[in-house]
């Protein structure tokens, strides 16, 4: 009997480590305070999702709808919800981007392919065929389109030197990153998988690093699809898997430090929530607790701001989203010098 004790107890001293790692990252958000920083709505915006900040962080552009817009167009409008601008008026539009010259921005419509099928924006396999890119002026005049393809176009941002568009583009139902020069030339591929639908990609700080979101194109349609969050150079090489359980990562949106990005995971049954992750150790911090959907975190370039799209205020069952911004000033995201 005193050999089985002791061996059981040698058992539970060698397993201790495992037992406490899992117990330290299973209970991590449950050992922090479960209240939010300061979050308030921005004013005058009752429908608009995915919205990104100007480089001096006081502006904001985004997908939104105002009065008779029967479909979402470009918006921009100052974080207060003030001088709100339509920037298109045609066709469908999706994803939008400030330069970070502070002077221009990008944009994907269907403005000039009102003839091809509109597609499902939420739907990988049947995007709309006509999103094209496009680059204007603040006060959406002098445009210029840059793609003239008929695919799917989109998902766009700039890397922070200004000298890289950044873009998702389908090909058959086949998603794939995709890097350009700012004039429109020299496209290039990224990356190259039968099996995985990579977006949502954004340039980390050194303008050469990519973070973004993948999932397998076996999962596609299902409730709670699987994603993954990597990382990758932008000549394709050093491929990082960055998030490695079989949950939702998804919409991954770096921080100015270069270490850090907001993500959302969806915790069970299906509630989204905002993290913070560190790209070196993997800690991660969650910032959203509501029951309601919490999607779209995306950081202001000095680090101290979040803005996300929720529908926290509405009804029950009511899906129309808002954008919101957090103070995360405390959590030192800044740039590095």
């Known amino acids: 009997m005193k050999r089985k004790k002791n061996t059981l107890k040698l058992s539970l001293i060698m397993l201790l480590p495992a037992i406490i790692f899992f117990i330290s990252n299973e209970n991590y958000s449950q050992n922090q305070k479960q209240e939010e920083f300061k979050v308030w709505k921005v004013l005058n915006v009752d429908n608009g999702a995915e919205f990104y900040f100007s480089p001096d962080g006081m502006s904001l552009i985004g997908n939104a709808k105002f009065g008779d817009d029967s479909v979402h167009f470009v918006y921009t409008m100052k974080i207060d919800g003030t001088d709100i601008k339509k920037i298109n008026d045609k066709g469908e539009d999706a994803c939008s981007y400030y330069f970070p010259c502070g002077t221009k921005l990008i944009w994907t419509s269907t403005r000039d392919n009102l003839d091809l099928p509109k597609g499902i ?5 049947n995007y709309p065929t006509g999103a094209e890119l496009y680059i204007s002026d603040l006060n959406g005049e002098n445009v210029i389109r840059l793609t003239h393809n008929k695919y799917y ?13 950044l ?7 086949k998603c794939n ?9 020299n496209e290039r591929q990224i990356t190259f ?5 990579e977006g949502g990609s954004f340039y980390l700080n050194d303008s050469e690093t990519i973070i973004y979101r993948a999932w397998e194109r076996k999962n596609e349609g299902q409730r709670g699809m699987p994603m ?13 898997q960055i998030t490695h359980d079989n949950g939702t990562n998804w919409a991954p949106h770096p921080a100015p430090d270069g270490d ?17 992750m560190s790209i070196r150790t993997g800690q991660q911090t969650r910032l959203t607790y509501n029951d309601a959907f919490d999607g779209f975190p995306v950081i202001s370039p000095d680090g101290k701001t979040l803005t996300f799209s929720s529908n926290r205020d509405e009804p029950k069952g009511v899906r129309k989203l808002s954008p919101y911004l957090m103070d995360i000033s405390s959590l030192n995201l800044g740039l590095k010098e």
């Open 193 to 197: 998988t039968d099996e995985w639908q």
């Open 228 to 240: 993954t969050i990597f990382t990758i150079k932008d000549d394709g090489t050093d491929q990082k």
């Open 153 to 165: 176009d989109a998902e766009v941002s700039v890397s922070p030197d200004g000298k890289k568009i």
């Open 177 to 185: 990153l995709w890097v350009m020069d700012v004039d429109g030339t």
């Open 260 to 276: 850090h990005f907001a993500f959302i995971r969806v915790l069970p049954p299906f509630n989204f929530e905002i993290y913070i």
């Open 121 to 125: 924006w939420s739907d990988p396999r």
């Open 167 to 173: 873009f998702t583009r389908s090909i058959d139902g």
